[in-house]
């Protein structure tokens, strides 16, 4: 039905983008009862097994060219997967919750820049619409407030979100391309695989902290399968997929959508306020996706001479 292989791509980059807001919404429900880092491995252990029951046929057969592009699996399961976690955790030990939100949401602006350096030009479409979006996004995390920016002090830990934030852009540009035989299923049950190993140690240490917790029960077990199941596999699969269709960059405006999601689903499931602050930011957030997808009018203009 969808030819335009970037309008597929930003499709199932927007899916994985909802998919995330609404784990952060089901996650904030646990709070409590479960800690951070048990919470983010037992998610991907859960994934791991899952991936497993239908995927190690595949990953056999496809192992030979696997082996080739293993580095950037790597890459991606540390950056992607396991460092976002701790850094986050770690971060908010010492930083404010919207120093967090404002940093985590800077990650497809690192992604253009990244991008940038090296060598691949940016349209101004590009450069403007992720500037519209990002301040659409901070105006959001703000509530509104956009003064309340001038009085943000900034500690150690908005090192290691923004630590978390350029991991995640050098994750989406990492699987940008990959080898022609290579399927999405294996990468991720790869990647959920050298993920698991990496947090092991991070669930360990939290284990000995006194603040550890993890009470096992309805919610912690909801919280846990669906961060597996649509979090982890089907939001990770579709981001991938749309990073091979529509770029990292388009992704990365589409990722701006994230807190304005998240707002919805704390709306419909948890009761709290939305107003016009959540109006404007939508407006910013959105016009600032479609300005960046626009095509380079140079481009548009040959593409339509060609034809």
């Known amino acids: ?27 904030r429900l646990a709070v409590g009862q479960i800690s951070p880092m048990t919470l983010g491995a037992s998610r991907w252990i859960m ?5 497993c029951c239908f995927t190690l046929p595949r990953v056999k057969k496809e ?4 082996k080739k592009f293993m580095p950037q699996i790597i890459i991606a399961a540390l950056t992607g997967v396991a460092a976002y976690s701790p850094l986050s955790y770690f971060a908010a030990q010492t930083t404010s919750t919207m120093n967090l939100s404002l940093i985590s949401v800077t990650t497809p602006i690192f992604i253009v820049i990244i991008s940038t350096f090296m060598g691949q030009k940016q349209s101004m479409n590009t450069w403007l619409g992720c500037t519209v979006a990002l301040i659409g996004s901070f105006y959001l995390v703000c509530n509104g407030e956009i003064g309340r920016l001038l009085g943000l002090q900034f500690a150690s830990g908005d090192l290691l979100m923004l630590g978390a934030a350029v991991g ?11 080898p022609e035989g290579l399927s999405g299923a294996t990468i991720l049950t790869l990647m959920a695989f050298f993920g698991v190993l990496m947090l092991i140690p ?3 240490w939290e284990s000995t902290q006194p603040s550890m917790v993890f009470n096992m029960n309805g919610v912690v077990f909801f919280s846990i399968t669906f961060s597996a199941v649509c979090s982890s596999i ?29 707002g919805i689903f704390a709306f419909v499931f948890l009761g709290e306020t939305m107003g016009m602050t959540h109006l404007v930011s939508g407006i910013l957030i959105i016009g600032g996706i479609y300005w960046a997808s626009r095509a380079p009018e140079v481009a548009t203009a040959a593409a339509i001479s060609e034809a």
Do not use: D, H, R
């Open 234 to 262: 089907i939001a990770w699969g579709a981001w991938n997929i749309g990073l091979e269709k529509a770029g990292p960059e388009l992704c990365g405006m589409i990722y701006y959508s994230l807190p304005l999601w998240g």
């Open 168 to 178: 995640f852009a050098v994750y989406s540009l990492v699987l940008k391309k990959t």
């Open 202 to 204: 991070c669930v360990i």
């Open 47 to 51: 994934a791991l097994f899952i991936l």
């Open 1 to 27: 039905m969808f030819k335009n292989q970037v309008f597929v791509g930003s499709l199932y980059a927007l899916l994985a983008t909802v998919l995330w807001a609404g784990a952060y919404v089901i996650a």
């Open 63 to 66: 192992w030979p060219i696997a």
